[in-house]
Nanobody, 127 residues
Framework: QVQLVESGGGLVQAGGSLRLSCAAS????????MDWFRQAPGKEREFVAA????????YYSDSVKGRLTISRDNAKNTVYLQMNSLKTEDTAVYYC????????????????????WGQGTQVTVSS
């Protein structure tokens, strides 16, 4: 069992920055690929960013590429999402998700592949 707790959300003006954190506890965090997803009001959940358990592979949705950066610190059992140049359309609840990986560079982008989810943190970007 893995427990995931997100933090770092809040209200920010367009063009601003936030850093989200997802702290994991339980089983060996370093063997889990990690993702960030988000869900805006009235919309379906969408993939944002992924990172392999080694940290050597990352992948981003086209809508955030170049503005958001995913990273992880396996010693701290934490994955991060650095969010720069925020836009109003980035407003959503952000969730981290974990999936066990057999190889260090494996990543996942489908929510159905996630084994564990956090409770979410709200990000609101004002114009």
């Amino acid at each position: 069992q893995v427990q995931l707790v997100e933090s770092g959300g809040g209200l920010v003006q367009a063009g601003g920055s936030l850093r989200l954190s997802c702290a994991a506890s339980g089983r060996t965090f370093s063997r889990y690929a990690m993702d960030w997803f988000r869900q805006a009001p009235g919309k379906e959940r969408e993939f944002v960013a992924a990172i392999s358990w080694s940290g050597g592979s990352t992948y981003y949705s086209d809508s955030v590429k170049g503005r958001l950066t995913i990273s992880r610190d396996n010693a701290k059992n934490t994955v991060y999402l650095q969010m720069n140049s925020l836009k109003t359309e980035d407003t959503a609840v952000y969730y981290c998700a974990a999936a066990g990986a057999l190889v260090p560079e494996w990543i996942f982008i489908m929510g159905e592949e996630a084994e564990y989810w956090g409770q979410g943190t709200q990000v609101t970007v004002s114009s």
